[in-house]
């Protein structure tokens, strides 16, 4: 079992920069690949960035080039680094990890979800 606890979020400036953070429980975790994901308001959850265990990353077209998907393994911690934020990022920021090792675009494949962590970016 794994739990994932994100932090970061916050009211930030368009323009601006936030780094969120997800702590993760289990030895195993350096094993999954690790995926974070949005919701805005009345709108589905969309996919947002991933990374599987040996490196290898994904990003929404949306998000490239402005934020980037890492991860320390011996903090067991996955970061989003959200640069030249838009009032159209604001949505609650989900990070998840799937138990197999290569990185996913497909919310469905994750095994394990976080609480979520609000960002707003004002105009």
């Known amino acids: 079992q794994v739990q994932l606890v994100e932090s970061g979020g916050g009211l930030v400036q368009a323009g601006g920069s936030l780094r969120l953070s997800c702590a993760a429980s289990?030895?195993?975790?350096?094993?999954?690949?690790v995926g974070w994901f949005r919701q805005a308001p009345g709108k589905e959850r969309e996919f947002v960035a991933t990374?599987?265990?040996?490196?290898?990353?994904y990003y929404a077209d949306f998000v490239k080039g402005r934020f980037t998907i890492s991860r320390d393994n011996a903090k067991n911690t996955v970061y989003l680094q959200m640069n030249s934020l838009k009032p159209e990022d604001t949505a609650v920021y989900y990070c998840?990890?799937?138990?197999?090792?290569?990185?996913?675009?497909?919310?469905?494949?994750?095994?394990?979800w976080g609480q979520g962590t609000q960002v707003t970016v004002s105009s």
């Open positions: 289990g030895r195993t975790f350096s094993l999954y690949a």
């Open positions: 990374r599987g265990r040996t490196g290898s990353t």
């Open positions: 998840a990890a799937d138990q197999a090792p290569a990185a996913s675009r497909n919310a469905a494949l994750y095994d394990y």
